[in-house]
């Protein structure tokens, strides 16, 4: 199987960061776990100069 990249159906959306924090934290309360931040919602943040999210 390949990756999604490769695929022509395959459109890169752009999203809030608060959106991915957001996404990251409902998926962490459902799993029942703290999920880490990844490196792609630090450089969201970044990005539009707003301060990353420590937790």
């Known amino acids: 199987m390949g990756a999604l ?3 022509p159906k395959f459109v890169r959306v752009k999203v809030a960061p608060e959106e991915i924090t957001r996404g990251r934290r409902d998926a962490g309360r459902i799993l029942g776990r703290t999920l ?4 792609g919602e630090i450089d969201a943040y970044l990005e539009v100069g707003l301060e990353p999210p420590t937790e």
Do not use: A, T, V
């Open 5 to 7: 990249e490769d695929s």
């Open 36 to 39: 880490p931040i990844g490196q």
